[in-house]
T-cell receptor, first 111, second 114 residues
């Protein structure tokens, strides 16, 4: 079941904040976040595991509500380099290794 | 540490032909996943191999197959190519195992079917 991401696109000015949401109708084991710039491969940002463990970059924060099967990615004090398409990928319980990605959120940061 | 490598980077094939794509994971990684990326469908999971065994499979027809070798390198094969198979094929490697690890993506193979 493909997770639903919102918003589909967002435009920010440098220094502004943004929140990208990801929700699933299935019980999740983990949520992954990746960023893909045009013409490049997706790059790992954050992984959130059931039970509260998180792994990721220092400047990125995210949350995982296990009861609601929702995750949010928080981008604060945005920089031009934050521009790209953000994908959440979800793993359902018992299917580790089977990442189902959302359609992506296109983020544009303007000077 | 070298990243994930994929060969070839670009490929043009004709309908009905078959194609084999190769992926070399990061040294020490035992899991390799394959994805198809198209503008319309986004990133779609094809299959995942862990220690030479297919552990998960996405919703793709049997024309799509793969395998993993003892050195963790993986190949993906598409037989009887269709125009709709034109896409960027990405592989990603991770430590694998029973808990979830981040995936590292290769640059992809751009397949064009004419």
């Amino acid at each position: 079941q493909q997770p639903v991401q919102s918003p589909q696109a967002v435009i920010l000015r440098e220094g502004e904040d943004a929140v990208i949401n990801c929700s699933s109708s299935k019980a999740l084991y983990s949520v992954h976040w990746y960023r893909q710039k045009h013409g490049e491969a997706p790059v790992f940002l954050m992984i959130l595991l059931k039970g509260g463990e998180q792994k990721g970059h220092d400047k990125i924060s995210a949350s995982f509500n296990e009861k609601k099967q929702q995750s949010s990615l928080y981008l604060t004090a945005s920089q031009l380099s934050y521009s790209g398409t953000y994908f959440c990928g979800t793993e359902e319980g018992g299917s580790q290794g089977n990442l189902i990605f959302g359609k992506g959120t296109k983020l544009s940061v303007k000077p | 540490k070298a990243g994930v490598t994929q060969t070839p980077r670009y490929l043009i094939k004709t309908r009905g032909q078959q194609v084999t794509l190769s992926c070399s994971p990061i040294s020490g990684h035992r899991s390799v996943s394959w994805y198809q990326q198209t503008p319309g469908q986004g990133l779609q999971f094809l299959f995942e191999y862990f220690s030479e065994t297919q552990r998960n499979k996405g919703n793709f027809p049997g024309r799509f197959s793969g395998r993993q070798f003892s050195n963790s390198r993986s190949e993906m094969n598409v037989s009887t190519l269709e125009l709709g198979d034109s896409a960027l094929y990405l592989c990603a490697s991770s430590w694998g195992g029973r808990i979830s690890y981040e995936q590292y993506f290769g640059p992809g193979t751009r397949l064009t079917v004419t």
